[in-house]
Nanobody, 122 residues
Framework: QLQAFGGGLVQTGGSLGLSCAVS????????IGWFRQAPGKGREGIAA????????YYDDSVKGRFTISSANKKRMVYLQMNNLKPEDTAVYYC?????????????????WGQGTQVTVSS
């Protein structure tokens, strides 16, 4: 089970941090990812981290601005978002690939938590 929280309203160029609480029996062998869904668009994967070795993966749209990290024995995963843009406005979700094999593939993330709204004003 995953639960995302920490969304809110921020101005363009501002920063915001999201948190994801992770539980379950396969946490140590999972990859945890952050996804977002903007109004009228499909859900897209933006960042992921391997609970094996901490390897990270970013979509080009957020590379250099967002940072994913984990703590508390991998039970918490964070997404630090800097230099936010209006196009980052979306509902953000965290999800788990509980059978992670070392290769990041957005389609493998199946354990979804409730999302949290991020709104970036221009």
């Amino acid at each position: 089970q995953l639960q995302a929280f920490g969304g809110g309203l921020v101005q363009t160029g501002g920063s915001l941090g999201l948190s994801c609480a992770v539980s379950g029996s396969r946490v140590d062998s999972s990859a945890i990812g952050w996804f977002r869904q903007a109004p009228g668009k499909g859900r897209e994967g933006i960042a992921a981290i391997s609970n094996w070795d901490g390897e990270q993966y970013y979509d080009d749209s957020v590379k250099g601005r967002f940072t994913i990290s984990s703590a508390n024995k991998k039970r918490m995963v964070y997404l630090q978002m800097n230099n936010l843009k209006p196009e980052d406005t979306a509902v953000y979700y965290c999800a788990a690939d509980e059978y992670f094999n070392g290769a990041f593939y957005w389609g493998s993330f199946q354990s979804w938590g409730q999302g949290t709204q991020v709104t970036v004003s221009s």
